[in-house]
Protein backbone atom coordinates (compact mmCIF):
# COMPACT_ATOMS: atom_id res chain seq x y z
CA UNK A 1 0.00 0.00 0.00
CA UNK A 2 1.20 3.36 -1.19
CA UNK A 3 -0.01 6.60 1.70
CA UNK A 4 1.03 9.82 0.01
CA UNK A 5 0.08 12.62 2.53
CA UNK A 6 0.54 16.68 1.74
CA UNK A 7 0.54 15.86 -2.04
CA UNK A 8 0.90 19.82 -2.69
CA UNK A 9 4.53 19.01 -1.33
CA UNK A 10 5.55 17.18 -4.35
CA UNK A 11 7.21 19.05 -6.94
CA UNK A 12 7.63 18.02 -10.71
CA UNK A 13 11.18 17.81 -12.32
CA UNK A 14 9.95 20.59 -14.81
CA UNK A 15 10.49 23.94 -14.56
CA UNK A 16 7.51 25.60 -16.22
CA UNK A 17 5.47 28.18 -14.29
CA UNK A 18 2.70 26.19 -14.79
CA UNK A 19 -0.49 26.72 -12.80
CA UNK A 20 0.05 24.36 -9.42
CA UNK A 21 -3.76 22.73 -9.77
CA UNK A 22 -2.31 21.79 -12.96
CA UNK A 23 0.78 19.98 -11.79
CA UNK A 24 -0.85 18.54 -9.14
CA UNK A 25 -3.45 16.88 -11.41
CA UNK A 26 -0.27 15.68 -13.27
CA UNK A 27 1.63 14.12 -10.61
CA UNK A 28 -1.63 12.77 -8.99
CA UNK A 29 -2.17 10.72 -12.96
CA UNK A 30 0.66 9.00 -12.94
CA UNK A 31 1.01 8.05 -9.34
CA UNK A 32 -2.60 6.54 -9.97
CA UNK A 33 -1.19 4.44 -13.29
CA UNK A 34 1.93 3.41 -11.23
CA UNK A 35 0.03 1.87 -8.51
CA UNK A 36 -2.81 0.22 -10.89
CA UNK A 37 0.61 -1.15 -12.71
CA UNK A 38 1.46 -2.49 -9.75
CA UNK A 39 -1.43 -3.17 -8.16
CA UNK A 40 -1.38 -1.96 -5.11
CA UNK A 41 -4.01 -0.24 -2.98
CA UNK A 42 -2.84 3.56 -3.13
CA UNK A 43 -4.05 6.97 -0.94
CA UNK A 44 -3.17 10.26 -1.90
CA UNK A 45 -4.00 13.00 0.13
CA UNK A 46 -4.45 16.94 -0.45
Known sequence: MV???C???ITSTTNRKKRRD???S???RKLKLL???LKIPS???A
Do not use: G, N, R
Request: charged letters at 20%.
Open 3 to 5: IID
Open 7 to 9: LQL
Open 22 to 24: LEI
Open 26 to 28: KIT
Open 35 to 37: AVE
Open 43 to 45: IFV
